[in-house]
């Protein structure tokens, strides 16, 4: 019995020196692999990129196609040729300043400018500012070089006047075959760098001389990734592109992972950052669009991945140095300690099985958590999707009805007219021609109040006439009430009332308070609906609507202005309109509440903050 007690003590003392040593083996095998790890951390991490970076492009591409042919379509108009021949005549020249102006807001452009053959601006949309371009000549920029010999100009500079970065687009104005001008239109590029600046990587837009003119980083403006020749320097001061005394070089040291994808280091004032970076080339335009992925997290990744491999090692050879040992002290406890022993080895097998079970348990729960997040989200997109789709086809179909009682007015119109001539009555003829054209004019009022309640607003908000939002929103509403047969009590102020707010938005907030108001009095015969306007002082300004319907439950005016909350029966309502009427009254910094009335039925009440009415109504924030 001590032979075999000794034995086992042997046999425990070689395999522990073979555990350690094979540990150290792994070890070092594991700090030799840590260079290929990081290899495929890095190629994932920029593997997964390769979809932002296709967006960014798409992105910058859909500005450039958006914008190209607007010069020469602006360029057609035979005013500008007017101006271009009497370019004294100061009270053209502000009208077309004018329409420039509203011609650039309507496009979402920076500036949209006029410039005689010598270059000099000769009318400009930023006529108002304090840097504006008229006055200004601009022969020296490559875009009217190109324009004024007949062709596209095209160039991406910093703006000498108004020092924003843009990209120009140019095209001659002509008259009988010959070039008497040009007009050119910029847009800045400050709103894909903000989108961009809120992602995780880094994304910067070099031209073909390796300057780096957009970027999510400010302070990488006019760097540049390689030194320039004398040659280009020359170019860019003739043409004043660049300020020169910010072309200052990047210092990078790029690797390739794969055919896409590379690995950069660039050290800027004495700091030091690793990307994983790819890139596609614009070709129209000579932009090279790259994605910068920090390195930093696919490294930490690749070394923790390895040291999770060495703790594993150790763990596993822990547990064999640990068998080893219960090994020895069952042969040294002799026989009847045996059978204790591996009723212990076999709770530890069934509480490492429980474990790994539990693991496993776990990640089926994180997934299955996941993909009902996924679902989630993507149902609720759907949702929106479909009452903005259910809130297009009411609408259409009412204007339709709308629409369908003056055409059909029309065509009798027409064929008695017909009759009338054919008959040789002009007389009454020419009555029913008059009648065709009041139901046009009809058509069109229709046709118009709808274009403008679609028209997509704007996003600043200043003053707004009260009045003319409820009269739009009452004109959109009139076929429902017309079907519905309700009757709206509406007595409007005597005098304008101005608030701070947007025409559409506002107009859209009464539109669904009114389609509510209908929608809990459904089934009465002539459901009432009242509309009131109150300016309590000078600074708020009240609009209630107010219906005859069974109130709102404690439980419903709790959650009411909830996503997704709705009282109605399913199919006849997403819960979404009230929840967006509030966040537009919030971002108009005013208030919308409701109430039951004491009556019956419920109150809505939009709270908005008063405003000074405007030098021309026609500046009203929309």
Same mark, same amino acid.
């Given at each position: 019995?001590?032979?075999?007690?000794?034995?086992?003590?042997?046999?425990?003392?070689?395999?522990?020196?073979?555990?350690?040593?094979?540990?150290?083996?792994?070890?070092?095998?594991?700090?030799?692999?840590?260079?290929?790890? *990081? %290899?495929? /951390? $890095?190629? #994932?991490?920029? +593997?997964?990129?390769?979809?932002?970076?296709?967006?960014? !492009?798409? &992105? @910058?591409?859909?500005?450039?196609?958006?914008?190209?042919?607007?010069?020469?379509?602006?360029?057609?108009?035979?005013?500008?040729?007017?101006?271009?021949?009497?370019?004294?005549?100061?009270?053209?020249?502000?009208?077309?300043?004018?329409?420039?102006?509203?011609?650039?807001?309507?496009?979402?452009?920076?500036?949209?400018?006029?410039?005689?053959?010598?270059?000099?601006?000769?009318?400009?949309?930023?006529?108002?500012? *304090? %840097?504006? /371009? $008229?006055? #200004?000549?601009? +022969?020296?920029?490559?875009?009217?070089?190109?324009?004024? !010999?007949? &062709? @596209?100009?095209?160039?991406?500079?910093?703006?000498?006047?108004?020092?924003?970065?843009?990209?120009?687009?140019?095209?001659?104005?002509?008259?009988?075959?010959?070039?008497?001008?040009?007009?050119?239109?910029?847009?800045?590029?400050?709103?894909?760098?903000?989108?961009?600046?809120?992602?995780?990587?880094?994304?910067?837009?070099?031209?073909?001389?390796?300057?780096?003119?957009?970027?999510?980083?400010?302070?990488?403006?006019? %760097?540049?990734?390689?030194?320039?020749?004398?040659?280009?320097?020359?170019?860019?001061?003739?043409?004043?592109?660049?300020? @020169?005394?910010?072309?200052?070089?990047?210092?990078?040291?790029?690797?390739?992972?794969?055919?896409?994808?590379?690995?950069?280091?660039?050290?800027?004032?004495?700091?030091?950052?690793?990307?994983?970076?790819?890139?596609?080339?614009?070709?129209?335009?000579?932009?090279?669009?790259?994605?910068?992925?920090?390195?930093?997290?696919?490294?930490?990744?690749?070394?923790?991945?390895?040291?999770?491999?060495?703790?594993?090692?150790?763990?596993?050879?822990?547990?064999?140095?640990?068998?080893?040992?219960?090994?020895?002290?069952?042969?040294?406890?002799?026989?009847?300690?045996?059978?204790?022993?591996?009723?212990?080895?076999?709770?530890?097998?069934?509480?490492?099985?429980?474990?790994?079970?539990?693991?496993?348990?776990?990640?089926?729960?994180?997934?299955?958590?996941?993909?009902?997040?996924?679902?989630?989200?993507?149902?609720?997109?759907?949702?929106?999707?479909?009452?903005?789709?259910?809130?297009?086809?009411?609408?259409?179909?009412?204007?339709?009805?709308?629409?369908?009682?003056?055409?059909?007015?029309?065509?009798?119109?027409?064929?008695?007219?017909?009759?009338?001539?054919?008959?040789?009555?002009?007389?009454?003829?020419?009555?029913?021609?008059?009648?065709?054209?009041?139901?046009?004019?009809?058509?069109?009022?229709?046709?118009?109040?709808?274009?403008?309640?679609?028209?997509?607003?704007?996003?600043?908000?200043?003053?707004?006439?009260?009045?003319?939002?409820?009269?739009?929103?009452?004109?959109?509403?009139?076929?429902?009430?017309?079907?519905?047969?309700?009757?709206?009590?509406?007595?409007?102020?005597?005098?304008?009332?101005?608030?701070?707010?947007?025409?559409?938005?506002?107009?859209?907030?009464?539109?669904?308070?009114?389609?509510?108001?209908?929608?809990?009095?459904?089934?009465?015969?002539?459901?009432?609906?009242?509309?009131?306007?109150?300016?309590?002082?000078?600074?708020?300004?009240?609009?209630?609507?107010?219906?005859?319907?069974?109130?709102?439950?404690?439980?419903?005016?709790?959650?009411?202005?909830?996503?997704?909350?709705?009282?109605?029966?399913?199919?006849?309502?997403?819960?979404?309109?009230?929840?967006?009427?509030?966040?537009?009254?919030?971002?108009?910094?005013?208030?919308?509440?409701?109430?039951?009335?004491?009556?019956?039925?419920?109150?809505?009440?939009?709270?908005?903050?008063?405003?000074?009415?405007?030098?021309?109504?026609?500046?009203?924030?929309?």
């Amino acid at each position: 019995m001590m032979a075999e007690v000794s034995s086992g003590r042997r046999f425990l003392k070689s395999d522990s020196g073979r555990l350690a040593l094979g540990l150290l083996v792994v070890i070092a095998l594991g700090l030799a692999a840590l260079p290929t790890v *990081e %290899r495929l /951390f $890095l190629v #994932r991490a920029g +593997e997964q990129s390769l979809a932002t970076l296709r967006l960014s !492009v798409e &992105g @910058l591409r859909g500005a450039l196609q958006r914008f190209e042919p607007l010069p020469g379509l602006i360029g057609e108009r035979p005013v500008l040729a007017r101006l271009l021949a009497e370019p004294e005549n100061g009270g053209l020249q502000n009208e077309i300043n004018e329409e420039l102006r509203i011609t650039a807001e309507a496009l979402g452009a920076s500036d949209v400018y006029l410039l005689d053959t010598d270059g000099l601006t000769i009318a400009s949309s930023n006529y108002l500012k *304090e %840097r504006s /371009f $008229l006055g #200004r000549s601009y +022969e020296f920029r490559p875009y009217f070089t190109q324009a004024v !010999v007949g &062709g @596209l100009g095209r160039y991406f500079a910093l703006g000498t006047a108004s020092l924003e970065r843009g990209y120009f687009y140019s095209a001659p104005v002509w008259q009988d075959e010959t070039v008497i001008g040009v007009l050119t239109l910029k847009f800045t590029v400050d709103a894909f760098e903000d989108a961009w600046r809120g992602g995780l990587n880094d994304i910067i837009v070099s031209d073909l001389n390796d300057i780096v003119f957009m970027s999510s980083r400010e302070s990488w403006h006019f %760097r540049t990734l390689s030194d320039l020749s004398p040659a280009v320097l020359a170019e860019v001061a003739d043409t004043q592109q660049y300020p @020169l005394e910010e072309l200052t070089p990047l210092t990078t040291m790029r690797e390739p992972l794969t055919d896409a994808l590379s690995f950069l280091r660039v050290q800027d004032e004495g700091r030091s950052e690793d990307f994983v970076t790819a890139s596609t080339l614009i070709e129209d335009v000579g932009w090279r669009v790259a994605i910068l992925v920090p390195a930093g997290p696919a490294k930490a990744q690749a070394l923790t991945a390895l040291m999770v491999f060495v703790l594993f090692v150790l763990f596993v050879g822990l547990a064999l140095m640990s068998l080893l040992q219960r090994r020895a002290r069952i042969m040294e406890r002799m026989e009847a300690q045996r059978a204790a022993q591996d009723m212990l080895e076999r709770r530890v097998d069934e509480r490492t099985a429980d474990l790994n079970a539990a693991n496993a348990n776990l990640r089926v729960e994180v997934e299955e958590r996941r993909t009902a997040e996924q679902r989630l989200r993507k149902t609720q997109h759907e949702l929106v999707q479909a009452g903005k789709l259910a809130a297009l086809g009411q609408m259409s179909a009412a204007l339709s009805h709308e629409i369908n009682q003056p055409l059909t007015a029309v065509k009798t119109y027409a064929d008695n007219a017909m009759t009338f001539l054919d008959r040789d009555r002009p007389s009454d003829a020419r009555e029913n021609v008059s009648r065709i054209s009041k139901m046009a004019d009809r058509m069109a009022a229709i046709s118009g109040h709808l274009r403008n309640f679609a028209r997509r607003p704007q996003e600043d908000v200043g003053p707004v006439n009260v009045l003319h939002a409820i009269d739009d929103a009452m004109a959109l509403m009139e076929a429902r009430f017309k079907k519905t047969g309700a009757e709206v009590a509406y007595q409007p102020p005597e005098r304008p009332i101005w608030v701070m707010g947007g025409q559409l938005r506002l107009q859209q907030v009464i539109i669904n308070l009114l389609n509510n108001g209908l929608d809990s009095m459904e089934g009465m015969p002539t459901p009432p609906l009242e509309l009131a306007v109150e300016a309590d002082d000078e600074q708020r300004v009240l609009i209630h609507v107010r219906d005859r319907g069974e109130g709102l439950e404690d439980e419903a005016l709790a959650q009411l202005f909830d996503p997704f909350f709705t009282t109605k029966s399913p199919g006849k309502g997403l819960g979404l309109g009230l929840s967006i009427s509030y966040n537009i009254v919030e971002d108009f910094g005013g208030r919308l509440r409701a109430r039951n009335r004491k009556k019956g039925g419920a109150e809505f009440s939009i709270e908005l903050l008063a405003a000074e009415a405007p030098s021309s109504a026609g500046m009203a924030a929309e």
